[in-house]
């Protein structure tokens, strides 16, 4: 199979623990596209690629991509604010230090995969935050969801200690996430990309390297804004089919063959319709992205109506004690409407 080829190439170029007949050998991408193959190559040779991979937020997101580091045979070091999070990572041959800044100071790169824009402020640059173990050859990638504005004040921290600075954010969830199939929008240090693409390469299936700070997380908000919208629009129909008779699990299946058909319909759909929603993404997560993508627009003045009121409806559902919901719970916020 390319992708299990692929990762093994790519682990043994850079993971010391592998067989030293794996190493070294370019690093080639393959991105399945609609239609065909597409190939990438990554040149960065085996001395310019950091070995010890720091670890920052271990949720949902984070200690799949974490573990996925670890299988690989990466040296990696884990931080979580809630402790007990981080010992099965333990369990599996992570090392563990007590703060982000010891983190980043332990390691050549260090990720961060947290909540929100102030979790991702305070693990960063807090008071023991990773920056605090910042220096220059040290490299930061955040992967957590922020604004641009968030992200450039990060990147201005980092970067002051001499270290460098990447946005990464994921667009995928918790099994693409398990499975190794994230796909990473990119921004920010250009150099600092090309050396934790193979360390991508692990954790998802396909990378974008967007140019200044800011456009990754610019990217991330407005696919998360289409996606919180699109989940909305099919909770209202789920429930109008139901209103008007049909059977809303045949509307699930009708949708899943024809145009409007998305692996995020077929996959939540089924659930949805038995009032279901195992957490994958949660929703107050899902709120925060419209909230984001929301200022993003208002920023530039753009008039986005259909956002604006799916937001409402994600804001619902969250008053209705759903933030931990998956965000498919939104169509909870719809009932409730039906009910006034
Ligand atoms: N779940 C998904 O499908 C996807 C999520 N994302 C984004 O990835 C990021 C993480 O998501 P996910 O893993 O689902 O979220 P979780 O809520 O599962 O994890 C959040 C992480 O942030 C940490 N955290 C929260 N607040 C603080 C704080 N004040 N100080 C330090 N650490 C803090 C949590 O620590 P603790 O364990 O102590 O609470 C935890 O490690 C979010 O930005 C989300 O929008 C992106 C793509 C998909
Ligand atoms: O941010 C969520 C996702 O599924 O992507």
């Not at 080829?5 to 794996?22: E, K």
């Not at 010890?52 to 045979?73: D, E, T």
């Not at 010992?87 to 929100?116: H, N, Q, R, W």
């Not at 396909?206 to 919180?228: P, T």
Request: with cysteine; hydrophobic share 40%.
């Amino acid at each position: 199979m390319v992708r299990g080829v692929n990762h093994t190439l790519m682990a043994a170029s850079f993971c010391p623990s592998l067989p030293q007949h794996f190493k070294p050998k370019p690093i080639i991408k393959f991105r399945k596209s609609s239609s065909s193959f597409k190939v990438f190559s990554s040149q960065s040779s085996i001395d310019e690629v950091p070995t010890r991979v720091g670890f920052l937020g271990l949720g949902i997101m984070g200690s799949p991509m974490a573990q996925n580091l670890i299988k690989a045979g990466c040296d990696v070091t884990v931080w979580n604010r809630t402790k007990s999070k981080c010992d099965p990572l333990i369990d599996l041959g992570a090392k563990y230090k007590p703060s982000p800044a010891e983190v980043a100071a332990s390691c050549d790169v260090t990720f961060a995969m947290l909540a929100d824009p102030e979790s991702a402020m305070v693990v960063a640059c807090g008071e023991d935050g990773a920056a605090s173990g910042m220096s220059p050859g040290k490299g930061y990638v955040d992967v957590s969801t922020v604004d641009g504005p968030t992200s450039k004040l990060i990147n201005g921290q980092i970067i002051e200690t001499g270290a460098l600075f990447l946005e990464a954010p994921v667009s995928g969830s918790k099994k693409p996430a398990e499975d190794g199939q994230l796909i990473f929008l990119t921004a920010g240090d250009k150099s600092l990309y090309e050396k934790v693409a193979p360390y991508l390469d692990i954790m998802g299936k396909s990378r974008f390297y967007l140019g200044d700070v800011g456009n990754g997380a610019a990217m991330k908000l407005v696919v998360n804004m289409i996606m919180g919208s699109m989940m909305t629009s099919f909770a209202e129909g789920l429930l109008l089919s139901e209103k008007v008779g049909l059977d809303p699990s045949v509307v699930v299946e009708v949708i899943s063959q024809g145009a409007i058909s998305a692996p995020m319909f077929s996959l939540k759909g089924p659930a949805m319709v038995q009032s279901k929603y195992p957490t994958a993404f949660p929703l107050k997560h899902q709120q925060k992205d419209m909230r984001l993508a929301l200022g993003l627009a208002e920023s530039v003045s753009q008039s986005t109506p259909i956002a604006a009121a799916a937001n409402e409806l994600y804001k619902v559902a969250k008053s209705h004690g759903l933030s931990d919901s998956d965000f498919s719970a939104v169509i909870e916020a719809l009932k409730v409407k039906r009910k006034d």
